[in-house]
């Protein structure tokens, strides 16, 4: 092949390749072809918004605008009854079906119920005596991982503390790295006593194929600030982005990626990261 039709063949294959990628973008939305990060003064413009609003801002803004996609999720399998034996072992318990329609098991002073929504709450009065080099926190997941209510994909969240005194712990299910907001294990701190774990787990099945860019944390901010109710607790401990959902009655569904918002007292308000509206 002589010197001349190789470089006539190479041209005409950049030709080719550059007018694919051309009718690829042409044919795809702009928002999945754009995403970035806040610049620091963007970041610290929001974290103004925050202060000038009234609050504290305990918390780092986020600076990066990742595209999203929507997360399929179903309901735990387990069933009800699987749930004392795993906790209490294989052990003589009463069982009764509340008013709510519950389920509720009762094992000496400790009481198991299973909520018709999948919520499993025990009650229990575990005192944290912790030895040289440890603390609450690390009882409190020994204490979980012994009764079997620890699972690997849990992450800490955060500690709620009310008049300087601690009362719960949070961890989240994650999913890719990603926090699932609404699925947790609640732990309650009550005079130094563990007395109660809250829990609520889904399976993350996948993200659909679509991904959409999402609001900056500082649209996030904005949005907050228009939106949100006025609270006695104005200090922000953390802004993060994870997925969200309220409980709905259903076997599987699509849940949503959201800008949080969480204060020192536990309380939370969520953004939808792709419509930047409050989400309810």
Do not use: C
């Not at 803004?61 to 997360?71: A, E, N, T």
């Not at 609450?136 to 009764?147: A, D, G, Q």
């Amino acid at each position: 092949m002589d010197l001349s039709r190789a470089k006539t063949i190479l041209i005409l294959s950049f030709l080719s390749l550059n007018l694919f990628l051309g009718f690829r973008l042409w044919l795809s939305p702009q928002y999945l072809q754009t995403s970035g990060v806040l610049t620091n003064e963007e970041a610290e413009q929001a974290r103004d918004v925050l202060i000038s609003a009234g609050y504290e801002v305990l918390a780092t803004v986020p600076r990066q605008i990742p595209r999203l996609s929507l997360l399929h999720v179903s309901r735990l399998p387990q069933q009800p009854a699987s749930w004392p034996r795993s906790i209490w072992g294989d052990v003589t318990f009463e069982q009764m079906l509340t008013e709510t329609g519950n389920i509720r098991y009762t094992y000496g002073e400790e009481t198991l119920e299973i909520a018709t929504n999948g919520v499993v709450t025990l009650y229990v009065n575990e005192p944290l005596q912790a030895s040289a080099g440890e603390d609450s926190r690390f009882l409190v997941e020994r204490f979980l991982k012994e009764r079997k209510l620890w699972s690997d994909d849990l992450k800490f969240d955060l500690t709620v503390q009310r008049a300087g005194a601690l009362v719960r712990y949070r961890y989240l299910q994650t999913y890719q790295g990603f926090p699932l907001f609404f699925s947790y294990t609640d732990v309650k701190i009550v005079d130094g006593r563990l007395a109660e774990v809250r829990l609520y787990r889904v399976v993350p099945l996948g993200f659909t194929e679509q991904e959409i860019q999402t609001v900056s944390a500082a649209e996030a901010a904005d949005a907050f600030v228009q939106s949100a109710d006025s609270t006695e607790n104005r200090t922000i401990i953390d802004i993060s982005l994870g997925y969200y959902s309220q409980d709905y009655d259903a076997e599987r569904w699509e849940i949503v990626p959201v800008w949080r918002f969480a204060f020192t007292d536990g309380a939370v308000f969520y953004i939808n990261a792709f419509t930047g509206d409050a989400e309810l």
